[in-house]
């Protein structure tokens, strides 16, 4: 039994090693290779050339308007309030979460209609695709199988009921099966959905009626 297992391994093991050679044994020859782990691709490294452009270079020079994604204040860095404290960054006062802008925002009569209009236009990216454009949450990933995904409309979400605070902050980290946008949208822009989202809430909850009746 042993004499047999011994001649099988020892014909197995001399078949191995001419088909693979020995560890660490330099050879020539193309390797072999199995399984090659995406050893061997078409790809640019940095600072190498590169003849696909024609300057020769493979790193390309920023795109004019490319904006530094930093968590510092500087002129033109977008803020994205990472590890940052304080209701305008977290949407929180303590433990708890806070109603109404910001200070940071520096909202005026004059500057609330672009702010809205900014909502406006980052929650139709962000947002209604999922939440609908009325935030009723019947927005086209919902037909393809996303449950439970929150409308606005319903009594919860009401601002008494729901702090703009803890909008921000489901923003910003996602609930459930959310995923948070902390890394996507800036805080300015979170805040500025949030506003749209009550602007949504209000236009909805004025009836028809009235509506006609001012016009
Ligand atoms: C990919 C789909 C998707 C996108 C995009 C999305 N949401 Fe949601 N959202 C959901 C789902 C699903 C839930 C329900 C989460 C749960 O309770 O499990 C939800 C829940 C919420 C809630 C309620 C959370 C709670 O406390 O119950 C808020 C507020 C919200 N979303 C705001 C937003 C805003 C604002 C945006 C845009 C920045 C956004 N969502 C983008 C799918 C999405």
Request: with cysteine; hydrophobic share 35%; net charge neutral.
């Amino acid at each position: 039994m042993i004499k047999t297992f011994l001649i099988v391994f020892t014909i197995f093991a001399i078949f191995m090693m001419g088909v693979f050679g020995f560890r660490g044994g330099k050879s020539r020859d193309t390797p072999v290779r199995l399984f090659p782990d995406m050893d061997v691709m078409d790809k640019v490294k940095s600072q190498k050339p590169s003849d696909l452009f024609k300057d020769g270079v493979g790193s390309r020079p920023m795109v004019p308007g490319t904006i530094v994604h930093s968590a510092d204040d500087s002129l033109y860095s977008i803020e994205f309030g990472e590890g940052r404290e304080g209701y305008y960054y977290t949407g929180m006062f303590g433990d708890y979460y806070g109603q109404g802008m910001p200070e940071e925002l520096k909202l005026t009569s004059e500057s609330a209609d672009a702010f809205l209009l900014r909502g406006k236009e980052r929650y139709g990216i962000y947002c209604a695709v999922c939440h609908g454009d009325a935030g009723d949450g019947a927005g086209v990933t919902s037909k393809y199988g996303i449950a439970g995904i929150a409308n606005f409309h319903a009594p919860n979400f009401a601002t008494d009921q729901y702090a703009d605070g803890r909008m921000y902050d489901v923003i910003t980290n996602g609930k459930g099966n959310m995923g948070g946008y902390g890394y996507n949208i800036p805080v300015t822009d979170r805040w500025a959905i949030v506003a749209y989202v009550r602007a949504l809430q209000n236009a909805k909850s004025i009836p028809l009626k009235e509506v006609s009746q001012n016009n």
